[in-house]
């Protein structure tokens, strides 16, 4: 009777070869396993995100629109272009007194406000309209309507005492009250204006305004308004 020994030893080899790869499987899938769990990274806590900061906006500049200075102060007289009347204006702080004189009859005392770009627009009491306005601060350009006529006019700037005069009183019971234009040149233009019936004026002295009126010494002034 034979021994089995080749064939138990190639049994036994068998039998290990097996164990050991059954041994080298599990622990392959251990070692996996742990790795991957060493790999997964943990959750983390989630982040609060900080709003986001609104910009504070600029200020948005004021607009600052530019203001004329008002008319300056100033005297003005002239003549209408058809040479029929003088005109004479006089401005101060934003109003203005004038005076429109043929010499014989026709005669308005107008008033008004001047705007600051050197128009305005004057009215009297008997209806009569000065619409004018200040060129450079040199002289007024514009029209004066009068019982219904329309008269175009320039009158310069006046150093006194050209300009527009004033005077009133009572004279032998009258009322008494006269205006004059004086020009640059000297030239003269007045009604003297009794209880309401107007007249041509005398001449005044343009450096003390002294007049004589029916026989009475009176003084014009300068007028403003």
């Given at each position: ?36 769990s060493e790999k997964s990274p943990s ?137 004059w234009v004086v020009l640059p040149n ?27 009126v029916d026989g009475q010494q009176l ?7």
């Open positions: 009777m034979k021994r089995p020994g080749p064939l138990l030893t190639l049994l036994a080899g068998l039998v290990l070869a097996l164990f050991m790869l059954t041994l080298n499987v599990t622990s392959g899938t251990k070692t996996a396993s742990s790795s991957y959750p983390s806590a989630p982040q609060s995100s900080a709003p986001a900061s609104t910009p504070t906006p600029s200020p948005t500049p004021t607009k600052t629109s530019a203001t004329k200075p008002p008319a300056p102060n100033a005297d003005y007289a002239g003549r209408t272009d058809d040479d029929a009347a003088s005109v004479a204006v006089s401005v101060r702080d934003g109003k203005a007194v004038a005076y429109f004189c043929d010499g014989r009859y026709k005669e308005a005392w107008l008033r008004g406000r001047v705007n600051n770009n050197g128009s305005m627009k004057l009215t009297a009491p008997n209806g009569a309209v000065l619409d004018g306005t200040i060129g450079q601060g040199r002289k007024i350009r514009g029209t004066v309507k009068d019982e219904g006529r329309r008269y175009a006019f320039t009158a310069a700037k006046a150093v006194k005492p050209s300009g527009l005069w004033r005077a009133t009183a009572k004279v032998r019971g009258a009322k008494i009250d006269a205006g000297g030239r003269q233009t007045g009604i003297v204006t009794r209880d309401g019936k107007p007249a041509s004026a005398p001449r005044i002295d343009p450096e003390t305004g002294a007049v004589t003084t014009a002034h300068p007028v403003t308004p």
